[in-house]
């Protein structure tokens, strides 16, 4: 296929958009486009620098016979804030409270918009680092643990509150619900992860941590590895979260009667340290 250069770079930055970090040898535009080494090499240089300079992403490119090209989906510092504020500016409507200190923010995580913006940022602290699988727990989180682990270019693990026939043999941990204090359960089929797997855990909301900790308690079951925790929001509350270490992109305070406070999380300082 003999494309003009112009052509090519559009083509060849769908393919990379549409293959995150998965590293594809040179050879392989080489003889797609039916061009020289030199072309393709310039081609590259082309989509890397415009790819860094807009911050979208990044390619790392290789040489040698084992080398290749890999495209790092990324966000830009000031891309990521003006998500964060319209975000904040939507869920600040007091209409949104729920009882139990909760935000509705179901309209949102069925966006596709929203879950694109929310998954690229989440993927981007962790697209460098060797995640195998995302992980979340049914049901508000499955759509954005899907929409980071599309960047991160891994499967998605979803968690079970009762166990399903179709999913066979599995294991499961018996945990507290800190902000319900009731005892619940969680289950993961045998067949979904590996030992030694490499896994972010996602998730839409946090408050006590109890969910995410029986998430990181089932990992050890299957002694898997858990390499980060990332969250849409954490909300506020009275006491000792069962977890501390997390990445949050909003904060929500729902302690007032009336008002609802929404501002950004950790996610800035945790992504863009000077």
Do not use: C, W
């Not at 290789?62 to 510092?77: D, L, N």
């Not at 990521?80 to 935000?103: F, N």
Request: aromatic fraction near 8%.
């Amino acid at each position: 296929m003999k494309l003009k250069r112009s052509e090519r770079l559009v083509d060849m930055t769908y393919f990379m958009l549409n293959h995150p970090r998965q590293l594809v040898a040179a050879r392989y535009f080489v003889e797609k486009y039916q061009s020289a080494k030199s072309s393709i090499s310039e081609d590259l240089g082309i989509l890397k620098n415009t790819m860094e300079t807009q911050q979208f992403g990044t390619l790392k490119i290789t040489s040698g016979a084992a080398g290749g090209v890999q495209f790092f989906p990324k966000i830009g510092e000031d891309e990521a804030r003006e998500v964060i504020e319209q975000l904040t500016e939507e869920l600040s409507d007091p209409s949104r409270k729920l009882p139990g200190g909760y935000l509705y923010m179901s309209d949102l995580l069925g966006d596709p918009k929203t879950l694109r913006n929310v998954g690229r940022m989440l993927a981007n602290e962790y697209v460098d680092s060797d995640v195998q699988a995302v992980m979340t727990v049914e049901t508000k989180g499955i759509p954005l643990a899907q929409a980071v682990a599309n960047y991160l270019d891994v499967p998605f693990i979803i968690v079970r509150h009762d166990a399903r026939i179709t999913e066979g043999s599995t294991i499961s941990v018996n945990y507290v619900s800190r902000s319900s204090e009731q005892i619940k359960k969680m289950e993961l089929s045998k067949r979904s992860l590996q030992k030694d797997t490499n896994v972010l855990i996602v998730d839409d909301f946090l408050k006590g941590g109890g969910t995410i900790q029986a998430m990181t308690d089932l990992l050890k079951e299957f002694e898997a590895n858990m390499i980060g925790i990332s969250v849409l929001a954490e909300g506020n509350y009275n006491g000792d979260r069962a977890i501390d270490n997390f990445t949050s992109i909003l904060k929500v305070n729902t302690a007032s009667a009336n008002d609802v406070s929404v501002s950004g999380g950790n996610y800035l300082e945790r992504n863009f340290k000077k």
